[in-house]
């Protein structure tokens, strides 16, 4: 039997990382079973056989704690429980839970551990599962780095096989045929005689008795839901406007709130003039918070309207206020005293730039917003010592201690509810925005309040995806590459979020450099070196984090390369490939896109890969370059999840993340003047139109080991692929993002 065909109770409460077989730090507290949080405030007759699955007199609830923020998490997470608890799609309810450690995430910390995801070996290994365990362990529950379906794939599916025991179980004690006798089917126990039991009937038995504490998987052959075409649980209501988001939460006696801070991040407030706003139509109050101050109304817009009549008189940034300055910060960066890393330096790169011509360029991309549609907002509700937050967030127990420690609240009286997301691209990993709601209700107790943040304030006050430069050489021999040495210069991105959640952050950042240090290439003399930048504006993770920019460093230089040593670009690839996965992901968007083919005048293909994630994607980007600008007519993608378990989510994903890339390559930046960004809205933060939209092509595959998430791997390619397309197009070769910056596009 595999190692997942039978598992007991306890490792599905500890998480996957038991099976590699405990370790030495922090043992005791990695074994012990973390507490069901569904117990609490359990009415009589319901049951909550796992933290995963709670059932009542209103059927089958199934807990989704990873972050609905538009990719589907909800349904991919109820698809795990229920393709083992056996209860019918159209039936399924889903819930994000409390707040807890009990929903740790075990995955997520391996992104940050100096290892590359092709990287199998003992040391590599344990460390993964190390990480794992100090996730477990400090209760991390969090939503990104693309890690919901690896983190739940096993421990949500026993939760959905305990709890179905656990019925039969119950069925047995109700009725007393023989547990070999009984079957499952559409939220029901199926006796002999063809009779059902309804889960929602054996509830009240089956929370009196103890789980089953050891399960067996079904087997991939008798899957129902994982692997097949599902429709998603939100995809009725998103199609008709019906979907609730945080900011379309209504309560009664509701009142309504926005706030306005210095627009020059690090900026302080010296003092501002409120008599206007006071005194206009349907303003409660004008509050002071930390930094600026916000205005509670009768409804949003006059808030937003009061708000704009507040006269303030703004400090300075605390970073430097212009961009050219912000660059040179950056250029200057490529000093000894700045390196953060070297975590690959193969061959000798030094002895090979002596054996001849060099070539050398220098690459840059720009900082860039977040800018989900849904802006930021959260409802508040501070009564007699309690504090209750409804907003989306990534990260609900992070923000519970923040609160705590910035307020006085204890976590014990604060609630988070997490509500469906208007989008994130990892905006949500932060929380700001609820410290100034909290403090509105701190000052105006007893009322809910809905603070919504004008699209302005939610632009200008983003932490944004990091700008970043390389410095590159490299040197080709006989027609092929032979060395290759990328410096890459940014903050770090790291440093930077975890301080605000409170974390102390040792050693290098390895955001600065990946998707570049961990490419599976044998390149003989191959190095690459992270630069750390002094912090200047605030940052923070976006779509893909560091290899959302890296990517275009990395790929587009490579290209050049292969390009000067007069290589196929899909051959040279090929050839320096050293991992198997990765190459039938190259050859497979090669026959996808007809590598190779002729292609008439005017027009060009360009290919990239990126390993990101774990994930090997390749694409393929085909453009015409016409009267009226560059036209991308065609997208080709394949990417290796090790097990696609829901095929129409999976090509969404990409599709979107295709799509994602290239509209922030084409035409997107933030760029500051005065201390602040001079784009603070979507005419100035302009993204792909539709009919600017190519066709987009997708075939996954399933050769590699482990499964793997996808809702951000197709973002890092596209870049650095429509580049080398234009290229093949033009002639011309583009190192700066955005792209628009050096050549024209249809519009």
């Known amino acids: ?102 929903y740790f995430n075990s995955a997520v910390l391996g992104e940050g551990l100096p290892f590359a995801a092709t990287d199998d070996g003992f040391v590599a290994v344990n460390a993964r599962a190390v990480a794992g365990a100090v996730g477990k362990i400090m209760g991390v529950q969090i939503t990104g780095g693309s890690s919901t379906v690896p983190d739940a794939y096993e421990k949500m599916r026993v939760a959905g096989a305990v709890a179905r025991e656990t ?87 509701m009142v309504y709130a926005t706030v306005r801070t210095n627009p020059r991040r690090g900026g302080v407030l010296n003092s501002y003039d409120a008599t206007a706003a006071e005194a206009a139509r349907g303003v409660l109050k004008v509050v002071p918070v930390r930094g600026g101050a916000g205005v509670i109304a009768d409804n949003t817009w006059r808030a ?137 209700a701190m000052a105006h107790q007893g009322v809910p309040i809905k603070m919504t943040w004008s699209r302005e304030e939610d632009m200008t006050h983003d932490f944004p995806r990091p700008l970043a430069m390389s410095k590159a050489r490299g040197r080709v021999e006989n027609g092929a590459v032979t060395g290759f040495d990328l410096g890459i210069a940014a903050p770090s991105v790291t440093s930077s979020q975890m301080s605000r959640l409170g974390m102390p952050v040792m050693g290098p950042d390895l955001m600065i450099v990946a998707g570049a240090w961990d490419q599976p290439f044998d390149i003989p003399n191959y190095r690459v070196t992270g630069y750390r930048v002094p912090e200047m504006v605030p ?109 129409i989510n999976f090509e969404n994903q990409v599709q979107g993340g295709v799509i994602w890339g290239l509209s922030h390559a084409v035409m997107s930046e933030l760029t500051y003047s005065d201390g602040q960004p001079e784009q603070n809205n979507f005419d100035g933060f302009e993204s792909m139109r539709m009919f600017q939209a190519p066709e987009v092509f997708v075939r996954g595959l399933e050769n590699a080991s482990k499964i793997r998430g996808i809702g951000e791997p197709a973002v890092p390619p596209a870049a650095p692929a429509l580049a080398n397309a234009i290229f093949a197009a033009t002639g011309q070769r583009i190192r700066e993002m955005p792209l628009q910056r050096h050549i024209d596009f249809v519009y």
């Open 167 to 253: 019925l039969k179980a119950a069925a047995v004690q109700q009725t007393g045929v023989a547990l070999a006798d009984l079957k499952t089917q559409d939220g029901a126990v199926i006796l002999p005689d063809g009779r059902e039991l309804a889960y929602t009937e054996l509830a009240p038995i089956a929370a009196t008795i103890e789980p089953v504490k050891e399960v067996t998987l079904r087997p991939e052959t008798e899957w129902k839901y994982l692997g097949k075409e599902m429709p998603r649980l939100d995809v009725v209501a998103k199609s008709t406007g019906t979907l609730p988001y945080g900011i379309d939460l209504e309560m009664e006696g």
């Open 539 to 647: 940052i923070s993770s976006w779509r893909s984090v560091g290899a959302s920019g890296n990517a275009f460093l990395h790929e587009g230089f490579l290209d050049e390369l292969i390009h000067a040593a007069g290589a196929d670009p899909l051959e040279e690839r090929l050839r320096l490939c050293s991992h198997d996965v990765s190459r039938k992901v190259l050859e497979a968007v090669g026959e996808m896109s007809d590598w190779g083919s002729p292609m008439a005048e005017g027009r060009g293909r360009g290919l990239a890969f990126t390993l990101s994630f774990g994930v090997p994607v390749a694409e393929v980007v085909e453009v015409t370059n016409t009267d009226d600008g560059i036209q991308i007519d065609k997208v080709f993608v394949a990417a290796d999840v090790g097990r696609i378990l829901d095929p």
């Open 304 to 440: 937003f309207a009061a708000a704009d009549l507040i006269e303030f008189d703004w400090g300075p940034a605390s970073h430097p206020a212009e961009q050219d300055e912000i660059w040179a910060e950056v250029e200057a960066s490529f000093i000894a005293d700045r390196e953060d890393s070297q975590l690959k330096d193969e061959g000798d790169v030094e002895a090979e730039f002596t054996k001849g011509d060099t070539l050398e360029a220098s690459y840059r991309i720009p900082f860039l917003a977040h800018a989900p549609l849904e802006p930021m907002n959260a409802t508040v509700l501070y009564e007699d010592g309690r504090l209750d937050v409804w907003t989306g967030t990534q990260i609900p127990l992070f923000m519970i201690a923040n609160i705590d420690r910035e307020y006085g609240l204890t976590a014990e009286n604060i609630q988070i509810h997490n509500l469906y997301s208007g989008g994130s691209f990892g905006r949500r990993l932060e929380d700001q925005y609820v410290h100034q709601a909290v403090e509105l």
């Open 1 to 102: 039997m595999s190692r997942l065909g039978k598992i007991a109770r306890r490792t599905f409460l500890i998480g996957s990382a038991a099976i590699v077989g405990g370790v030495a730090f922090g043992y005791y507290q990695y074994k012990k079973p973390v507490e069901n949080p569904l117990l609490d405030d359990l009415p009589d007759g319901a049951a909550a056989l796992t933290p995963y699955v709670r059932i009542d007199a209103d059927g089958v609830t199934i807990i989704t704690p990873r972050a609905d923020l538009g990719q589907g998490a909800y349904s991919i997470q109820a698809a795990l429980v229920a393709e083992e608890l056996d209860v019918a799609w159209q039936d399924i309810k889903v819930d994000p839970g409390p707040p807890s450690p009990a």
